[in-house]
């Protein structure tokens, strides 16, 4: 199961990324030159690569990139404390649906350019706010996986599930290319649909918090779980709920904290991956698009280069 909800993430990410890039350069194209045609992936107009459209085309590329990543950095540890606390499922069925939102309404959007203009584009990642987005939905997969494997076998799965996703990017990066050579919709719409049955499929994953393995933090936790807690009757009104629920995650959240800044060698991963992550992103797509003006390829072209490559 938690394969196959590896290939959706990974295949609609994999399918829909290009063409989207493809059609907010159109879009833009199209605010300088009315004649231009939109969404004609076999056509290629010279004039999208001139200066002024590229320049457009960078800025809202960047804005819409750094919306991406910052509305799910907003989330991720309270969506972490929920999936300790009420469970897996809930989170990745959130984070899915959240995922699957942003992507409708970006291609909404891109279909409508008339209607809505293309700097609202970065706003429709405001959805990720729910469930954390794609980030969230890989924790949630390989948090699954943690908590049904045993230490010794989690190194063996997790190396096959990232040969998995390579394998993927290799067959559907190219596919994807072959898709906007005829219409960069299709790839869009099918990566929407396959999101759809990812969202469905998510729904069936069996809950996995009860077997989780114990984790590092039980030390720690015996301390906050040694206080004394409040409002936790049975009849306890709505708002009681509420607050204990926050209470419970904030003080999950000063564990967590704890537990990192406490740890040298963690706070240097984390600080390692999260500048190399945003800056290795942002140079492939940004040298993707120089090639395309370089050279005068299309979205298409340059993809099948770069995936052949």
């Not at 004394?228 to 419970?248: A, D, M």
Request: glycine fraction near 8%.
């Amino acid at each position: 199961m938690c394969a196959l909800l590896l290939f959706v993430v990974d295949v609609s990410a994999n399918i829909m990324e290009p063409p989207i890039n493809q059609l907010m350069e159109d879009v833009i194209c199209r605010d300088y030159f009315s004649d231009h045609s939109l969404g004609k992936g076999g056509l290629m107009d010279h004039r999208c690569k001139e200066r002024m459209v590229q320049k457009d085309f960078t800025t809202l590329k960047s804005v819409n990139m750094f919306m991406q990543t910052l509305f799910p950095l907003l989330v991720q540890i309270p969506f972490g404390v929920v999936a300790d606390k009420y469970g897996r499922t809930t989170v990745l069925v959130t984070a899915i649906s959240g995922v699957l939102m942003a992507a409708v309404c970006g291609a909404t959007i891109l279909h409508f350019p008339t209607v809505f203009p293309s700097w609202l584009l970065p706003i429709s990642h405001v959805f990720l706010l729910l469930g954390g987005g794609g980030p969230m939905l890989n924790v949630m997969l390989f948090t699954i996986i943690a908590d049904v494997t045993s230490v010794s076998e989690r190194a063996a799965v997790f190396y096959q599930l990232m040969a998995l996703s390579v394998i993927l990017g290799a067959i559907f990066g190219p596919f994807s290319a072959w898709l906007m050579s005829k219409d960069p919709w299709l790839a869009v719409f099918l990566g929407v649909f396959i999101m759809f049955l990812g969202l469905v499929t998510s729904v069936f994953v069996p809950e996995t918090k009860d077997y989780r393995v114990t984790s590092d933090f039980s030390t720690l936790s015996n301390d906050l779980e040694a206080e004394p807690v409040t409002n936790q009757t049975s009849r306890q009104g709505l708002k009681s709920t509420v607050i204990h629920s926050l209470r419970l995650c904030g003080a999950d959240m000063v564990l967590v904290w704890r537990y990192v800044l406490g740890s040298p060698q963690i706070m240097l991963l984390v600080f390692c991956e999260a500048l190399f992550v945003p800056v290795a992103t942002g140079l492939a797509t940004f040298r993707i698009q120089s090639i395309t003006v370089r050279f005068g390829w299309n979205w298409a072209k340059v993809g099948l280069a770069v995936d052949a490559g």
